[in-house]
């Protein structure tokens, strides 16, 4: 990691503390820089600045020797012990701060004494002993759904979808395998060894058996031995969770599960329609290939290690997609739509071969323009060490918000952004509707009576959803409106 500026430092003070930055006084106890250093260990890694106060102040530090001896003494007494620390002070307005950084680490899961924590926002989260058992697993490379299925056989998989993977990955057409060979057109690898090859069987003492990758993608009845992997739906009477409507408890192998969510969202969700002179066109109450994209990655992407199903619960003015398990590791939710990181690797090669899912990374984008050509607000996307969700909000949502926010492609256009809090509403509409071009952490704090640091938090949770941008550095920090809105001609 590049050495740090007086400017560098300033930055982030003004910015606030995040997933890769602490603040911390030269006071701070042991234990406390202990869970913190292995909690960013266990995430990105990232920055610690010791002399700066919650707030962004610089208070400055008297011993940086000292720190870092008490620095080296807490980072030996993490499991295992972080030798990668990089510390050093700088001078910074006058007052001197001791800057500790560590680097982003992905060989092992760190602990202080015995204590297991992982850096989530600018909080340092206990990790459950699932979450431990996979992120060690993650890090040393072992996958779960390769994982040998064992008292089942090959025969438990389902003959069609089976033919279906073969016909796709051996580039046949509509020849069968048999026809293929029969005609001589190239020589082919037998099914299992396609099998062996795309990680769906494996060898265990001489005999093959599924992996569990092949048991949720290419099973007859894959519930039969991992019954959490199914999805529940929900269709349920206005906007909580009260009265059913309608229900259904969804198994089979996952290309199955995708077609029987899909109907039951269809039959829940309004297919009102549009006559444009003689011509009738149905439209749907939500982009179906958002909520297709949205059930595929739950399907793809969730946690098959816990004993927790998918949860898909439709409302008057919303879906909600609610799968088992955060993302992965270094992926965060600002980073959907850049980055990628896959939990079941196998899994998701064979649901590309069977042309359930497109290659990883593209569909979070694909996601969000679809809502917003369709008038209706970006999918909101939220990640704990236990769960991921997708909510996806219709023109109910809309409506019943009040506060509009003008699309900076059209002026004519209205969107909302539900899932703010009032402050958070009231500072864009505050911006949209021109009362003023810019607004500051110390101008929102004031206005909301709210301490600086909960205002960065939601002055940078506008930033992460592209709502605002961020402009200047350390105090001088303002936010503004991406782009002015045309005003037309």
């Known amino acids: 990691m590049a050495g740090l500026t007086a400017d560098d430092v300033l930055s982030p003070a003004g910015q606030g503390e995040s997933e890769t930055v602490e603040f911390k006084l030269e006071s701070e106890p042991q234990p406390q820089l202990g869970e913190l250093l292995a909690a960013m260990a266990n995430a990105h890694g990232g920055t610690l600045l010791i002399g700066v106060a919650d707030d962004g102040r610089l208070i400055g530090v008297s011993s940086p020797r000292m720190i870092e001896s008490r620095l080296r003494s807490v980072a030996r007494y993490c499991s295992p012990p972080l030798e990668q620390l990089t510390m050093y002070p700088i001078e910074v307005g006058g007052k001197v701060v001791m800057v500790v950084q560590l680097p982003a680490l992905h060989d092992a899961v760190y602990s202080y004494r015995g204590s297991f924590r992982k850096r989530v926002g600018a909080e340092n989260i206990v990790m459950s002993s699932v979450a431990v058992v996979e992120l060690a697993m993650r890090r040393h490379g072992h996958d779960f759904d390769r994982r040998a299925v064992l008292g089942i056989s090959i025969d438990d998989l389902d003959p069609a979808t089976v033919a279906e993977l073969v016909r796709v990955r051996t580039g046949l057409g509509q020849l069968s395998y048999d026809e293929a060979v029969a005609e001589g057109l190239r020589p082919q690898p037998s099914p299992i060894s396609l099998l062996l090859d795309l990680g769906a069987v494996t060898e265990v003492d001489g005999k093959l058996a599924p992996t569990i990758a092949g048991l949720l993608t290419l099973g007859r009845n894959p519930q039969a031995v991992r019954p959490e992997a199914k999805v529940q739906c929900a269709r349920f009477c206005g906007t909580a969770r009260s009265v059913f409507l309608d229900r259904a408890e969804i198994g089979g192998n996952i290309p199955s599960q995708l077609k029987e969510v899909t109907n039951f969202i269809s039959r829940n969700t309004r297919h009102p329609a549009r006559i444009d002179g003689l011509e009738r066109e149905d439209l749907t109450e939500y982009p179906m290939l958002v909520v297709r994209e949205a059930i595929v990655n739950a399907l793809m992407h969730r946690d098959y290690s816990r004993d927790a199903p998918i949860n898909i619960n439709i409302y008057d003015d919303r879906i909600e997609v609610v799968s088992p398990g955060g993302l992965i590791p270094p992926l965060t939710v600002t980073d959907l739509g850049i980055g990628h990181e896959l939990r079941n690797h196998t899994i998701g090669g064979l649901l590309v071969w069977l042309r359930v899912a497109e290659t990883w990374g593209t569909g979070v984008q694909r996601m969000r323009q679809a809502m917003i050509e369709a008038g209706l607000s970006a999918p909101l996307f939220e990640s704990s060490d236990s769960l991921f969700s997708v909510t996806l909000y219709n023109e109910a949502a809309v409506a019943r918000s009040g506060e509009v926010v003008t ?65 200047g550095n350390a105090r001088r920090s303002s936010y503004a409106l991406p782009e002015e809105p045309r005003t037309g001609d």
């Open 407 to 471: 699309v900076k492609d059209d002026p004519t256009a209205k969107r909302v952004w539900p899932g703010l809090n009032q402050r958070q509403q009231d500072a864009i509409t505050s911006l949209t509707s021109r009362r003023r071009n810019n607004i500051t952490t110390g101008d929102y704090a004031r206005r909301h009576n709210i301490t600086d640091r909960q205002a960065l938090r939601d002055l940078n949770n506008l930033v992460e959803r592209g709502l605002l941008l961020r402009s």
